[in-house]
């Protein structure tokens, strides 16, 4: 499902609430999982902050959508939201975020050819570099960064693009710190850390790997990281080769 040359961070990680005060109606819609309707009550308030959620809300659902089509045309439909919020309010983080989900949504649903075509690697490291510019301490910011830089250097090489493993690792790191009990980015720590395959970075990701699975889950979004988080336990203790599957299928 998930193609080897995708430019895919995680995208998982991004479901925020940064800069609150989207409207609550959509924020409800989003918390249970009913996403297009949070992105419609979220476009009907409009403003920066709710084009921002609504982007949130179908970049949420392009990532558990099994069909990589309608996951392009639905990530396609989060980047237009975060083009809006960007176009409202510069300064908002979230826009800038989402708009870089948006991106590597598609990228991780298409050929590796047509992906880096697309030039989506450059376009989403252009959509982070302004939000760590906006807000250098942002654990949202840091994590997609972090994911963005092992993602690329471990399918592409690192330096590729502008890749650097390190400065992933350490900005994961930094991350989990800032906000220790946040599943989306303990889980995308996990599966990136462990993806790469230094051993000497397998250990975080095991411990990662074991604090999503003992959080307590918050949304919808949560509860299905959870599940994926236990699929990809499962898959470390059967064998290397069940691992490497789901690494392959999800990263």
């Known amino acids: 499902m998930r ?100 991106i590597a949504q598609r990228a991780s649903r298409m050929s590796g050819f047509r992906a880096f075509l697309s030039g989506s690697a450059g376009k989403a490291r252009d959509a982070l570099d302004a939000a760590l510019v906006l807000e250098p301490d942002n654990a949202w910011a840091l994590s997609s960064s972090a994911a963005w830089h092992l993602g690329v250097a471990r399918l592409a090489g690192d330096g590729r693009f502008g890749s650097d493993a390190e400065l992933g690792h350490q900005q994961f790191l930094a991350a989990q710190r800032l906000d220790p009990e946040n599943i989306s980015i303990a889980y995308e720590a996990a599966l990136r850390l462990i993806a790469y395959g230094r051993e000497d970075w397998r250990e975080a990701g095991i411990a990662a790997l074991a604090a999503t699975l003992e959080m307590q889950p918050a949304t919808h979004f949560d509860r299905a990281l959870q599940e994926r988080a236990a699929a990809f336990d499962a898959a470390i203790d059967e064998s290397a080769d069940a691992e490497r599957a789901f690494i392959e299928g999800w990263s």
């Open 3 to 102: 193609l080897i040359y995708s430019f895919v961070f995680f995208i998982a990680v991004q479901f925020s609430l940064v800069h609150a005060e989207p409207d609550s109606g959509a924020l409800d819609k989003f918390f249970v999982g009913d996403y297009e309707q949070s992105a419609a009550l979220a476009e009907g308030v409009g403003g920066a902050k709710n084009f921002a959620l609504a982007a949130r809300a179908l970049n949420a659902s392009a990532y558990l959508e099994n069909d990589d089509k309608t996951a392009r045309k639905i990530a396609k439909r989060a980047r237009e939201f975060a083009k809006l919020a960007i176009e409202a309010d510069e300064a908002l983080v979230e826009g800038h975020l989402q708009y870089a989900i948006a």
